[in-house]
Nanobody
Framework: QVQLVESGGGLVQAGGSLRLSCATSGIIFSIYTMAWYRQAPGKRRELVAGITTGGSTNYADSVTGRFTISRDNAKNTVCLQMGSLKPEDTAVYYC?????????WGQGTQVTVSS
């Protein structure tokens, strides 16, 4: 059974930091491209950051320079370090695993940034 379990969300003041983690099981983690998406109320889900099997990363323009995605293939985890948080970063953040279009999703973790 495939499981992606996010943790680390919460309430933080603007300018603060949070670190999200996604623990996976049931997949061969190292062959999956991993990513973080987010969805704010009334908005479409959007890609925040991705990391390939080789460690190449990409970021949404809105988070470049503030967020860092990383992966640990030994621990089957992917993390998102978020800094300089803004109220507009408020959303449910989802972990995603993708292998040639075959995708798995976590249940999401809420991040709320107060002004």
């Amino acid at each position: 059974q495939v499981q992606l379990v996010e943790s680390g969300g919460g309430l933080v003041q603007a300018g603060g930091s949070l670190r999200l983690s996604c623990a996976t099981s049931g997949i061969i983690f190292s062959i999956y491209t991993m990513a973080w998406y987010r969805q704010a109320p009334g908005k479409r889900r959007e890609l925040v950051a991705g990391i390939t099997t080789g460690g190449s990363t990409n970021y949404a323009d809105s988070v470049t320079g503030r967020f860092t995605i990383s992966r640990d293939n030994a621990k089957n985890t992917v993390c998102l370090q978020m800094g300089s948080l803004k109220p507009e970063d408020t959303a449910v953040y989802y972990c995603n695993a993708d292998r040639n279009g075959w995708q798995h999703w976590g249940q999401g973790t809420q991040v709320t940034v107060s002004s």
